[in-house]
């Protein structure tokens, strides 16, 4: 799809939106996204499975919209057979563009850990009829996912790192149950906003689950590390859960979520080079 196809498109269901500048502004494996009129995002899935994704995000919009503590795309253009959406631009950048000239991460920390407590904490009164997406990986499944993206992208590894990374891959350990709730499931620096010090928003909810809780930290040490994980679960308000397990867990699929976030680096480099920086803290 281009900006020609995507402006057609939105014409033909939103007649009455002039339509003065449109420019693609992202491609991502799900979703194509264009910038109208320097302030709406409009954003239209590639595929059915990334189709019924948006159906979900669709479904949860009312729900997100009541518990989140900080902003959110906000649905306004919403065709009837729902194949994109369009809302009002969250402001910010995304962190992964200033991670590394960022500094307030204390202030990050609490605000991303009361985000995503608040996120865990929704009852599931609110959320039994919305057909969510459940995720409920053992940990052989989550490293039966990722080491093919392992042998895929071990060329481009340091050496220095392969004993330790085929190590943690024929490890073992014991499952632990925990309960599901609902995460944000792709929490990456790419998804949340930043304007100046400060966090602004989070985007990109296509990949929402009901699943553990740890999801939602595992991003944050593939990204950043175990120093600013330990910030965000110092600003986690969920007094009743373990949140030493929460940081075992999170490191765990942190480790294993890495090397897909290095295959995606084969076609965008700012990925590939987020993935190399995060092996030096990881093996």
């Known amino acids: 799809m281009d900006e020609v196809t995507a402006q057609t498109l939105i014409s033909k ?44 995000e669709i479904r949860l919009q009312k729900v997100l ?4 503590t900080l902003p959110i795309p906000e649905f306004t253009f919403i065709p009837p057979d729902h194949s994109f959406v369009g809302y009002q631009k969250v402001k910010g950048v995304p962190l992964i563009e200033t991670s590394e000239s960022f500094s307030d991460w204390d202030s990050f920390g609490r605000e991303i850990g009361r985000f995503i407590s608040h996120l865990h904490s929704i009852p599931t009164t609110e959320l039994s009829e919305l057909k969510l997406k459940i995720e409920n990986k053992t940990n052989q499944e989550w490293q039966g ?5 392992y ?35 792709d929490l990456g ?3 949340i906003l930043v304007e100046g ?16 809780p740890a999801a939602d930290c ?23 859960v373990d949140i030493s397990a929460i940081r075992e867990r999170a490191i765990f699929m942190g480790k294993c979520l890495v090397f897909e976030d290095l295959f995606c680096g084969l ?5 590939l080079k987020k993935a190399l920086r995060a092996m030096e803290w990881m093996f």
């Open 151 to 185: 042998e895929k992208t071990k060329y481009l590894i340091p050496e220095r790192f392969y004993s330790k990374i085929e190590g943690f891959f024929k490890t073992t350990s014991l499952d632990y149950q925990t309960e599901l709730v609902l995460c944000h499931n």
């Open 197 to 212: 010090n400060k966090v602004s928003g989070v985007i990109d909810w296509g990949g929402v689950a009901l699943t553990d």
């Open 267 to 271: 076609r965008d480099e700012v990925y």
């Open 145 to 149: 996912h990722s080491y093919p993206f």
């Open 189 to 191: 620096i790419e998804h």
């Open 218 to 240: 595992a991003r944050i040490y593939r990204d950043v590390g175990e120093e600013i994980l330990n910030k965000v679960l110092i600003g986690y308000l969920r007094t009743e």
């Open 13 to 56: 269901y939103f007649p009455d939106l002039k339509i003065i500048t449109i420019r693609k502004i992202g491609e991502g494996t799900g979703n194509k996204a264009f910038e109208v009129n320097s302030g709406l995002i409009f954003r239209f899935p590639k595929a059915a499975a990334n189709r019924l994704q948006l159906e979900q």
């Open 65 to 68: 919209l009541k518990h989140t």
